[in-house]
């Protein structure tokens, strides 16, 4: 049986994870915790620890993948989990540095099309000051259809 076709067991959020790849998701590296996962908002946690870049700080790449991993859900469950979201334009502006702690991010909708669906992302730090707002851009095309047989 390919593996692919099997019932995925671990979910990320409410999208299931293939299970020939579930030992690689980058929001378990990141320790990514989903707490919200609706069509008009998504909200999750990451840990400083662990996401430090060499001078103590949050690493920005930590925070564009929070941000990433964010929208893609959002674009997953306004889309259907039937589709390949994948991501087309990711923008983000840091605020202010983190350096311990949990941070938080909120994403909610700014566009949701046929084919397109965008996304701001503001992450927080535990005071709840804005550390980084980012913006991703989604394709969401429809789900292939089987060739017709001739």
Do not use: K
Not at 3 to 24: F, I
Not at 37 to 56: F, H
Not at 122 to 134: L, M, P, Y
């Amino acid at each position: 049986m390919d593996v692919d076709r099997q019932r995925p067991e671990a979910t990320l959020g409410p999208v299931p994870v293939l299970p020939r790849y579930a030992a690689e998701q980058p929001a378990d590296r990141l320790g990514i915790v989903v707490e919200t996962c609706r069509p008009d908002l998504v909200v999750a946690t990451m840990p400083v620890a662990g996401n430090r870049q060499s001078i103590g700080i949050m690493y920005g790449g930590a925070n564009a993948a929070f941000a990433e991993t964010l929208g893609s859900l959002a674009a997953w469950v306004n889309a259907g989990t039937d589709r390949i979201i994948v991501g087309q334009e990711l923008s983000c502006t840091h605020h202010r540095a983190v350096r311990h702690g949990t941070v938080t991010g909120v994403c909610r909708p700014l566009h949701v099309g046929g084919g397109t669906a965008t996304y701001e992302i503001v992450i927080s730090d535990e005071r709840g000051r804005r550390t980084c707002t980012a913006r991703l851009t989604c394709a969401t095309p429809q789900p292939r259809r089987p060739a017709r047989a001739t």
